[in-house]
Structure formats: structure tokens, C-alpha cells
């Protein structure tokens, strides 16, 4: 008998609530809406946070990596448009997916109530002309920050709009510098071609550590743009900020280290230029913590027809070890091929449509595989010694428009055969 009580208290401890949601004018995420407009149309877009979305749907969608975006299309042209959800996300959820990952627990009554709320919820094609449409468009996860791309498609036109949207919920390391206290407004330089490739060229080799006594990782990596346009270009590509260096995100770094599971936003341990640590990071990750794509960036005085230039530095990494010089302990191993890490970057972000110029400036002497440099944890690089330059504007630009600055140019091989023991003669 105390056995069957006991199943049946267990089995109603576990009912689950009705589906009981907040009205989404109770919610105030779209106080943070975004808007843009033309003389056809104004499309506004705002991001919940994980919380501000388990209140609006009364689930939790985060924990299944799901996260709606509201979007609002006032139409006031004589014609009709549609909104691309593929634009947004190629891997979209559909309304009845995204309720259905998130309904256990609930009665058959639940179940069909929640997924009639996700439909009513969602946004719904077409814009009919002199109407707005709003709605959600579930995609997937992304903390810290998102991109937003709109597209519109009408009659014999197509309206691209793009937003760089800041999601509460995690503290990414550029939030906390002041960017616009870091120079005096008489340290400002507006450079022309030849200054800027100038400048560059005088710039120190490499990053180094707090005290500015050893060298690192060289600095081979020059992006010149709006701070928005920067990242949204990563983003699109699916590079993610870096989480700062604090207790939980120290230990979510050591627990992916030790059991292989994957943390998007690990933090990037500090290298140092100008005297302060990189002012934002970006990474690419693969499946683990092992392998990624990383880069630092640092916020110059030097500004280039109007936009900022930012220098910096992009390594791969191919592994993680302990070790005792950084904070959290771990350290990644990078690829000693630091100008394939290069390469790679240009190739990558060639694919967001934002660069509108590249070319490449002398950084440092070359550095041959049989006589590497060391950065600061101890790992091997060479390098043909050039910086790249990426000059990054809003987009879509296409690859035919960009333009190549025509300055240096990387070398056909990158190291000589003969420095890896390799008798190409012979072969």
C-alpha cells in the first residue's frame, strides 16, 4: 500500500502546470528593438533574453538552444513583400517544432494548446501594402549577441536590412570597454592611403605579456570598419564573442577541457598591445574546446576614410593543455602556420559580402619553420611576416566589387622547402 501512494504522489508531483505564458506587452524586451527604414518600408527587429522568452512561452526554449526573434515589417508601399525566415536562420524552427521540444510534462490539452499559442505567435507572410506584420521566427541559439538579417522580397526587388543585436544574459568581454574614452580627440589620426599603409608598417611586431617585457603572438591581422559592422561580418560567419575571464566561466572552460564537451564562448586568455589586454575577441569553434579559430582585436587611434582601424591577431588552435602561466589553467596549443590562420580569416569573411578592400602591409621579418619564434605559453610559430588588411563596410558587396590595395604580396610559398628537410629536386 505505501509503495502504491508513493508511485501515485511521485506520479502527481510530476504534473506539470497548465501552459500559462505572460503576454508579451508584459514582457518589455522590445524597449530594445531596433528599427530601419526607407521610403517603402520600416523593419524593426528585438532579441529576448533566455528569461524574457521562458516568460513570453512559458517554456524554456534556451535549453533546447532555441531562440525566437520578434520582428515587425510596416509596409507602407502599393505592393506586397515576404520576409525570408531562411535569411534570418537557414535552420529555422517551424512554430510546431519548437513547441514540441519544449512540451513535456504537459496534458494532451496542454500539448495543443501550446502549439496553437507558437503558431499564433509566429510571424506570417505576406506584407500586404499599407499593413504591418509582426511575429516571432525561431532560430538558433546565439548568447551574448546576434545577427539579424531581414531580407525582403517584392515585386522585381529584393530590400536587404541587417541588425547587430545585444542580448542580456552573458558578459562579453568588449562590453566592458569604454571605447569612445580611449583616446582624446586630438590623438585621433585621419590617414590616407599611403599614411595608413604607413602606420601600419611601423606598428611592433607581436603582442606581449602585462608587463610588456616578452613578445607573443605577431600582430598580422588589420580590420578597418564600424564596430557593428565588424562584428556582424563574424557573427554571420560564425565567429562568437568571448565570455570574460570570471569564476563560472573559468570553470565551464576547465569542465570542457576534461570531459570534451563544448563551450562556444570560452573565454581568450589575455595578450597585451598599447598596454591594455585585446579590447574584443572573436573565435570559431569546432565541435570541443580543443579546436577553434580565434582572434584579438585592439581599438586604434588611426581612422581610415572616416571608420575605425582595429589591429590584431588570429592564430588556430589544434589542442588545450594545463598550464601554469595563464588563468583559467588551460592554454590552447596553436598551429605554428600562423599565415594559414590568416589566409583563412580573409577566405572566411570574403563569404559575409561586407569587405570592400583588402591588400597586405609589411609586419615583422620572416620566420622560417627550421628557426620559429615562440609566442608567450611556449608554442612555435613562423610567418611570412605580412599583416592583412580588411576593410569591412555594411554589405551585401559582391566578390567582383572588392577592391585589392595592391601593396604586398604574400609570398608563393610560404617557407622554403629546404627548411623542413624536404629535397623537392630529388622527389
Known amino acids: 500500500m505505501l509503495l502504491v501512494l508513493t508511485v501515485v504522489g511521485c506520479a502527481t508531483t510530476r504534473t506539470k502546470s497548465p501552459f500559462e505564458p505572460k503576454s508579451i506587452n508584459e514582457v518589455r524586451f522590445r524597449d530594445r528593438a531596433l528599427s530601419e527604414y526607407d521610403e517603402d518600408v ?40 515576404y520576409l525570408v525566415s531562411a535569411a534570418v536562420d537557414p535552420n529555422y524552427f517551424s512554430p510546431n517544432e519548437a513547441s514540441t521540444a519544449v512540451q513535456g510534462g504537459l496534458s494532451n490539452a496542454g500539448r495543443k494548446e501550446m502549439e496553437y499559442y507558437f503558431r499564433s505567435m509566429a510571424f506570417r507572410n505576406p506584407i500586404q501594402p499599407n499593413t504591418a506584420v509582426s511575429g516571432f521566427i525561431f532560430t538558433n541559439l546565439d548568447e551574448g549577441e546576434k545577427v539579424v538579417q531581414l531580407d525582403l522580397i517584392g515585386h522585381k526587388e529584393v530590400k536587404y536590412f541587417t541588425f547587430f543585436v545585444q542580448v542580456p544574459g552573458m558578459r562579453v568581454d568588449y562590453r ?19 599614411a595608413l599603409r604607413a602606420e601600419l608598417e611601423e606598428l611592433p611586431c607581436c603582442t606581449t605579456n602585462k608587463d610588456g617585457t616578452e613578445s607573443g603572438d605577431p600582430i598580422n591581422l588589420v580590420v ?9 561580418a563574424f557573427v554571420r560567419r560564425g565567429w562568437v564573442p568571448a565570455e570574460e575571464t570570471y569564476a563560472s566561466a573559468a570553470w565551464k572552460t576547465i569542465k570542457s577541457y576534461l570531459f570534451g564537451s563544448r563551450y562556444r ?17 572573436r573565435q570559431k569553434p ?7 579559430n ?40 596553436i598551429d605554428p602556420d600562423v599565415d594559414e590562420a590568416r589566409q583563412s580569416v580573409i577566405e572566411d569573411l ?61 609570398s608563393e610559398f610560404r617557407f622554403d622547402m629546404f627548411d623542413v628537410g624536404y629535397n623537392w629536386k630529388n622527389d
Do not use: C
Open 265 to 281: 564562448y570560452s573565454p581568450v586568455s589575455s595578450l597585451y598591445f598599447y598596454g591594455r589586454h585585446q579590447d574584443f575577441a
Open 286 to 292: 569546432r565541435h570541443d574546446i580543443h579546436e577553434r
Open 294 to 333: 580565434h582572434l584579438r582585436l585592439w581599438f586604434t587611434a588611426m581612422r581610415f576614410e572616416g571608420k575605425p582601424v582595429f589591429v590584431g591577431q588570429v592564430s588556430r588552435d589544434i589542442g588545450v593543455r594545463f598550464t601554469t602561466r595563464t588563468w583559467p589553467p588551460v592554454t590552447h596549443k
Open 42 to 81: 520600416r523593419v524593426s527587429a528585438a532579441v529576448p533574453s533566455a528569461d524574457e522568452t521562458e516568460a513570453i512561452f512559458g517554456a524554456n526554449l534556451a535549453r533546447m538552444e532555441i531562440q525566437p526573434i520578434w520582428v515587425k515589417i510596416e509596409n507602407y508601399s502599393d505592393k506586397a513583400y
Open 224 to 232: 578597418i570598419g564600424d564596430f557593428d559592422d565588424i562584428a556582424a
Open 176 to 194: 566592458m570597454v569604454d571605447f569612445e574614452s580611449l583616446y582624446e580627440v586630438a590623438e585621433i589620426e585621419n590617414l590616407d592611403e599611403d
Open 350 to 410: 570574403l563569404f559575409s559580402y561586407t569587405i570592400v578592400g583588402f591588400g597586405f602591409v609589411k609586419g615583422m621579418d620572416r620566420v622560417t619553420p627550421s628557426k620559429p619564434k615562440f609566442n608567450l605559453t611556449g608554442d612555435p610559430y613562423f610567418t611570412d611576416g605580412l599583416r592583412a588588411v580588411l576593410i569591412i563596410e555594411t554589405g551585401p558587396t559582391s566578390l567582383k566589387q572588392i577592391k585589392n590595395l595592391g601593396w604586398e604580396t604574400p
